[in-house]
Antibody, heavy 119, light 106 residues
Framework: EVQLQQSGAELVKPGASVKLSCKTS????????MSWLKQMPGQNIEWIGN????????GYNQKFKGKATLTVDKSSSTAYMDLSSLTSEDSAVYFC????????????WGQGVMVTVSS | DVVLTQSPATLSVTPGERISLSCRAS??????LHWYQQKPNESPRLLIK???QSISGIPSRFSGSGSGTDFTLSINGVELEDLSIYYC????????FGAGTKLELK
């Protein structure tokens, strides 16, 4: 069974950084891209970027370049996303989601993690 | 970016009725259009891929149609458990999502 388990909720101060994790199981991590997505309360879903589990190759939504950095640890089948210079606009739920094959749709999702930026 | 416009924003439904949700793209996305269901405090769940292809484990009352710029998600016999927000997403270029249609009880 494919599972994506995300780390717990984060409360961070403005200007700080946070690193989110997404631990996977049930499939060959190195054969798939992992995407990260953002959903602000009551709002639309935005694609942040993705990373290939095999070689760490990345692609980003231009809007999130400089904000998000994606990495992987193949040994633990875990994907990470660093968010830097946090502001209130970064307060949101962040999901990891497996990109299905070569095309952009997402067949398995993590449970989401709430990041709150507040002093 | 491809903009996806979903309508209506909210739809009031009666259990058992057949309903259709619309998703219109700002440019052609061929059939690279996918549908998701999201319940409160849950992650989205893939319902339909490539406009009309079914997903294993998804009830057969859900179906999709369309190509190019106009797409429809249909639910044939709405059930109470279907009260959720439904999003379309295009994958023809870097992915974008529609703003969603919320199904509520009439």
């Amino acid at each position: 069974e494919v599972q994506l388990q995300q780390s717990g909720a984060e409360l961070v101060k403005p200007g700080a950084s946070v690193k989110l994790s997404c631990k996977t199981s049930g499939y060959t991590f190195s054969n798939y891209y992992m995407s990260w997505l953002k959903q602000m309360p009551g709002q639309n879903i935005e694609w942040i970027g993705n990373i290939y589990g095999g070689n760490g190759g990345t692609g980003y939504n231009q809007k999130f370049k400089g904000k998000a950095t994606l990495t992987v640890d193949k040994s633990s089948s875990t994907a990470y996303m660093d968010l830097s210079s946090l502001t209130s606009e970064d307060s949101a739920v962040y999901f990891c989601a497996r990109r299905a094959g070569r095309t952009y749709y997402f067949d398995y999702w993590g449970q989401g993690v709430m990041v709150t930026v507040s002093s | 970016d491809v903009v996806l416009t979903q309508s209506p924003a909210t739809l009031s439904v009666t259990p058992g009725e057949r309903i259709s949700l619309s998703c219109r793209a700002s440019e052609s996305v061929d059939t690279y259009l996918h549908w998701y269901q999201q319940k409160p405090n849950e992650s989205p769940r893939l319902l339909i891929k490539y406009a009309s292809q079914s997903i294993s484990g998804i009830p057969s009352r859900f179906s999709g149609s369309g190509s190019g710029t106009d797409f429809t998600l249909s639910i044939n016999g709405v059930e109470l458990e279907d009260l959720s927000i439904y999003y379309c997403q295009q994958g023809n270029s870097l992915p974008t999502f529609g703003a969603g249609t919320k199904l509520e009880l009439k």
